[in-house]
């Protein structure tokens, strides 16, 4: 069983940037494939981001690409989101997941198996 607990969102203008953190409870973080989402009001879930626990490799939705970066901090149990050049289109409650120890990364939501409460990040023109 992992906790998590985002934090780091808030309100900034377009163009902006943010960066997310996300603190694991645990000692085995460093064996999850961990990963974040994004919900926007009257919208899906919708992926956003994802590393891998084996080699760090690195995903990301085509809409966030070359703008956000997921990185992870073994040492602390902390997942992170840096997003540069915010749009409004970002506007949404962004959550972290973590995948079960020894997970497989994964783009879809059923590949994780806990999520953090989430975090609101809020664009404005």
């Known amino acids: 069983q992992v906790q998590l607990v985002e934090s780091g969102g808030g309100l900034v203008q377009a163009g902006g940037s943010l960066r997310l953190s996300c603190a694991a409870s645990?000692?085995?973080?460093?064996?999850?494939?961990m990963g974040w989402f994004r919900q926007a009001p009257g919208k899906e879930r919708d992926f956003v981001a994802a590393?891998?626990?084996?080699?760090?490799?690195?995903y990301y939705a085509d809409s966030v690409k070359g703008r956000f970066t997921i990185s992870r901090d073994n040492a602390k149990n902390t997942l992170y989101l840096q997003m540069n050049s915010l749009k409004p289109e970002d506007t949404a409650v962004y959550y972290c997941?973590?995948?079960?120890?020894?997970?497989?990364?994964?783009?879809?939501?059923?590949?994780?198996?806990?999520w953090g409460q989430g975090t609101q990040v809020t664009v404005s023109s």
């Open positions: 997941a973590a995948s079960r120890p020894g997970g497989v990364v994964t783009t879809t939501r059923p590949g994780y198996d806990y």
């Open positions: 590393i891998s626990w084996i080699d760090g490799s690195t």
């Open positions: 645990g000692r085995t973080f460093s064996r999850y494939a």
